[in-house]
């Protein structure tokens, strides 16, 4: 029998107490966070332009 999925809810904590790491500094810590949305953020805007194009 097939199951079927209708909803799926994913939460994320990306503050300071999510790292584990509480020795590091707050400005160490957001720069490859920073990093990592610049990335999804230019790979989402490419999938919108493809879809886009004719």
Known sequence: MPIMIDEVVITVEAGPASTGHSGEAGSEAAAPRQD????????????LRQRQEP
């Open 36 to 47: 990592l949305v610049a990335e999804c953020v230019e790979r989402v805007l490419e999938v």
